[in-house]
């Protein structure tokens, strides 16, 4: 931790290209990093049971959402933070570009709930015969919101302001439901199910039928596109280098131009990059606290920074 840590301010931003790692099952924690990423966390959060997921908004507060606790928002230099939804359940967050927050209810099965600024009340539930069990959310730049429904079998697909959904895609092959998904620049939807491809569907969704990848995918278990479309799939496979493997595509994905296994990968579960193009891999074993993040500079396959610090 920063010996001395910079003052609260809720106007602050975070340095740009700030990594949040979320970690841990009872006594969860959620720890930042700012570039250059030197295995120095300057801010670890505490107090959570199972983080699963988080979002930023403009000011660079940090909303955490904990499927078996209180949701929480933390003001940067996140040393403070307050309870955002006083209830449990909530295992997806995201937030928009005017600060719009999107509540998944999990672990209540229920909607998932809009909450605009200053988030006095709940803007509206979205909460149709879509949704059931909605457990990931995502966004394209038209601000059309995408809802995974474990147990509806659908991702359905809303338009401002999500008072009624334009459709759902259902039977994402070869299971019922979607596991992760992600957006394109183009507005295509990527989805995998946790089996060994990955579905990609144009606009408008199901009517013109899927691309289905499946060189290089086997038990994919994180997706993410990057700002120039290029596609990441995280695999939990046992390879002969080791548990797990990194695909790298892009467009149009026919096969992988690099496949990261071996050191750097041990049962991958998250992905992400930065403005540089830096890719950051969660690792759920590995570290000596048991996970680590591994940060891999392009082109992907000459070594790795590992990221342990604050992180169980």
Do not use: C
């Amino acid at each position: 931790m920063d010996a001395q840590p910079p003052a609260f301010s809720p106007l602050a931003k975070a340095p740009k290209g700030t990594l949040f790692a979320a970690a841990g099952i009872s006594g969860g924690t959620v720890t930042a990093f700012k570039p250059p990423y030197k295995n120095h966390a300057f801010a670890v959060m505490q107090g959570f049971t199972a983080p699963f997921d988080a979002a930023l908004d403009t000011k660079s507060d940090l909303f955490v959402a904990d499927p078996y606790a209180m949701m929480t928002l933390w003001f940067y230099p996140y040393r403070k933070h307050k309870t955002f939804i006083g209830n449990s359940g909530f295992g997806a967050v995201l937030v928009d570009s005017k600060n719009v927050v999107f509540a998944a209810d999990t672990g209540g099965s229920g909607g998932v709930y809009e909450i605009a600024p200053p988030y006095k009340k709940v803007t509206r539930e979205i909460d149709d015969q879509f949704t059931n069990y909605p457990s990931a959310l995502a966004m394209d730049a038209h601000h059309v919101l995408f809802i995974v429904n474990q147990l509806g079998g659908n991702v359905a697909y809303y338009p401002s302001p999500y008072s009624r959904a334009s459709g759902a895609v259902t039977g994402i092959a070869p299971a019922a439901s979607a596991q992760a998904i992600a957006i394109d620049s183009k507005d295509r939807l990527f989805a995998i199910d946790g089996g060994s491809q990955v579905d990609i569907y144009p606009k408008p969704y199901g009517k013109n039928g899927s691309i289905t990848i499946e060189t290089g995918i086997d038990s994919a278990a994180a997706i993410f596109i990057d700002k120039k479309d290029q596609l990441f799939v995280a695999n939990q496979a046992y390879t002969a280098s080791g548990y797990g493997s990194v695909a790298i595509y892009k467009p149009p994905y026919s096969k992988p131009f690099a496949v990261i296994h071996g050191k750097g990968i041990s049962d991958p579960e998250s992905l992400t990059t930065d403005e540089q193009g830096d890719l950051f891999v969660g690792n759920l074993h590995g570290g000596a606290a048991g996970g680590f993040v591994s940060m891999f500079k392009p082109p992907y396959t000459k070594g790795y920074t590992s990221l342990t610090s604050g992180i169980s």
